[in-house]
């Protein structure tokens, strides 16, 4: 099984910027698209945006302009920038990959989370 770990979140001004890294480690024959989701309390997880194995990427509305999603194929790392940052981005963000096994069906790998939290 392939394990997600975030780093990097914390508590930052409005307008300030944070970096979330995301780095999976374990035995895989791929790990395709790898992505950032988050959610606040009693809400749905929400698509932040997404990386394929190619580099096309996919952003949320709310999050264009203004956040960057980028990857390491070989380092299976996938990483998002995020600037100018606004209240209404807190949530805890989550990192996820479709992971291709040696054998078996592709399944979905989750980290288990890291607290951003924007505030004055």
């Known amino acids: 099984q392939v394990q997600l770990v975030e780093s990097g979140g914390g508590l930052v001004q409005p307008g300030g910027s944070l970096r979330l890294s995301c780095a999976a480690s374990?035995?895989?024959?791929?790990?395709?698209?790898m992505g950032w989701y988050r959610q606040t309390p009693g809400k749905q997880r929400e698509l932040v945006a997404t990386?394929?194995?190619?580099?096309?990427?996919n952003y949320a509305d709310s999050v264009k302009g203004r956040f960057t999603i980028s990857r390491s194929n070989a380092r299976n790392t996938v990483t998002l920038q995020m600037n100018n940052l606004k209240p209404e981005d807190t949530a805890v963000y989550y990192c996820?990959?479709?992971?291709?096994?040696?054998?078996?069906?592709?399944?979905?790998?989750w980290g288990q989370g890291t607290q951003v939290t924007v505030s004055s």
């Open positions: 996820n990959a479709w992971v291709e096994p040696l054998r078996g069906d592709t399944y979905d790998s």
């Open positions: 374990g035995i895989a024959l791929r790990i395709n698209t």
């Open positions: 990386i394929t194995l190619g580099g096309v990427t």
